[in-house]
Nanobody
């Protein structure tokens, strides 16, 4: 059974930091691109960051550029999202996702075949 399990979410103050992890099992994703999405209350799910199969290429959406960093460790079957200088508008459920059989970054939900259950990130003053 393929599983993607997020962890590391929580409550943090404005300007604080969190590091999300996405542990995968049941299938190797070492040759597949992966990504992070988020969904705020009342909003559509949106792309946050993506990473190629090797980790050599990354892409971050404009609103998190310079504050968030996506990375992966294929030896540990884990992907990360380091989030710094958090803002209230970053409050959302964060989902990790993996493509099946495609190595390059995409910001389209429809390109991702496997999803985690989500982890809540709340930024408060």
């Amino acid at each position: 059974q393929v599983q993607l399990v997020e962890s590391g979410g929580g409550l943090v103050q404005i300007g604080g930091s969190l590091r999300l992890s996405c542990a995968t099992s049941g299938r190797t994703f070492s040759r597949d691109a992966m990504g992070w999405f988020r969904q705020a209350p009342g909003a559509e799910r949106e792309f946050v960051a993506g990473i190629s199969w090797s980790g050599g290429s990354t892409h971050h959406t404009d609103s998190v550029q310079g504050r968030f960093t996506i990375s992966r460790d294929n030896a540990k079957s884990t992907m990360y999202l380091q989030m710094n200088n958090l803002k209230p508008e970053d409050t959302a459920v964060y989902y990790c996702a993996a493509q099946g059989g495609r190595p390059f970054i995409s910001d389209l939900e429809s390109d991702y075949d496997y999803w985690g259950q989500g982890t809540q990130v709340t930024v408060s003053s």
